[in-house]
C-alpha cells in the first residue's frame, strides 16, 4: 500500500528542552495545524509537551 500525503510522519519534539523526540502519523485533514501531545520524557522523567517540528 502507498504512502499517503493525507498521513505524513512528523517528528514530535519535547518543549521541556532535552532534545527527546517522538516519530508518529497525523491524519492532515483532522490535524492541519500543529499536532501537540502529552507524552512521557525520558530524559526528564514526567510527562510533557511534545510539539511537532517542522
Do not use: C, I, Q, W
Not at 43 to 54: D, I, K, P, T
Amino acid at each position: 500500500m502507498a504512502r499517503s500525503t493525507a498521513r505524513p510522519v512528523v517528528r514530535l519534539k519535547s518543549t521541556a528542552g532535552t532534545g527527546a523526540t517522538y516519530t508518529t502519523r497525523k491524519n492532515r485533514l483532522n490535524d492541519p495545524d500543529r499536532l501537540v501531545l502529552r507524552k512521557y520524557d525520558r530524559v526528564a522523567g514526567e510527562h510533557v509537551l511534545f510539539r511537532e517540528e517542522r
